[in-house]
Structures are given as structure tokens and as C-alpha cells.
């Protein structure tokens, strides 16, 4: 009798064992096809501003979209600035020797340029709420600010 309670043990312990390992296996290969928390950095503005125009009423999405097709060239310049200073700091870190004050020079660079960006943006959505309706603002702010109006 012990030697087939043993069997029975055994094959629970290998049905777990297996379990798990798929269930981990699966988790690292859908961890390659996750987009990264530094993809935030390439996106477009156009394709962030089409993002927030599709959770907006329709003639508010549109509102947003001319708002933002009129700012296309500042805003395209702010990010290329902006992608330029993370290939200068990524650049920084890799050097060898490492130079602190270099670094501290990119991080600073990469901040102002981020600021920059998103400045940019901000003017344009500035520009664009004002002409929405109340119920596309109190949209803009459930979707995008992380509260209710």
C-alpha cells in the first residue's frame, strides 16, 4: 500500500512541477512581446494625441486632432530633441571610463528636453480644451488625469 500512495504523491508533485513550469514559461515569453516602460519615450505625439483623441467624444477627438496637426512641427522638433538627448545619455552611461560630470551634464540635457516636450504638448492641449465641450474636458480629465471631474 505505501509503495502506491507514493506513486500517487509522485505524480501530484510531477502535475504541479509541470504546471508551474508552463505557467512560468508562458509568463517569460509573453514578457518579450510586453512593450517596455521606456517605450513611453518614442512615442510620436501624434500617435499620443491620437491615444487621448480616441477616448474623447467624437467632435472633441477632431477638435484635439486639428489642435494638434497645427503644433505638428514644434511638437516633432520637441521630440526629436527629446530622443536625441536619451541616445546622448544612454551614450554617457556606456563610456569608458565612466565621467561623472558628463553625466551629470546628459541627465540634465535629457530633463530639459523632456520638460521641453512636454511642455510643447501642453501648450497644444491648452489651445484644444477650451474649445471642447464640458463633457469632452471632463472626459479629457477621467482618461487622462486620473480622476473624476
Request: glycine letters at 6%; hydrophobic letters at 45%; aromatic letters at 6%.
Amino acid at each position: 500500500m505505501p509503495l502506491f500512495r507514493r506513486n500517487k504523491a509522485t505524480s501530484a508533485l510531477l502535475a504541479l512541477s509541470l504546471g508551474l513550469n508552463l505557467f512560468l514559461g508562458g509568463w517569460m515569453v509573453t514578457q518579450g512581446f510586453a512593450p517596455s516602460h521606456h517605450d513611453k519615450f518614442s512615442v510620436p505625439p501624434e500617435k499620443a494625441a491620437e491615444t487621448i483623441a480616441k477616448r474623447l467624444p467624437a467632435g472633441d477627438g477632431e477638435i484635439l486632432r486639428h489642435v494638434i496637426a497645427a503644433h505638428t512641427p514644434q511638437l516633432n522638433a520637441a521630440h526629436r530633441e527629446a530622443q536625441e538627448a536619451m541616445r546622448h545619455l544612454r551614450e554617457t552611461i556606456i563610456a569608458d571610463p565612466l565621467d561623472p560630470a558628463a553625466l551629470r551634464d546628459a541627465f540634465e540635457k535629457m530633463h530639459a528636453a523632456r520638460q521641453n516636450e512636454r511642455g510643447q504638448f501642453g501648450d497644444a492641449i491648452i489651445v484644444a480644451l477650451p474649445q471642447m465641450t464640458e463633457e469632452g474636458r471632463q472626459a479629457f480629465i477621467r482618461n487622462n488625469l486620473g480622476a473624476r471631474p
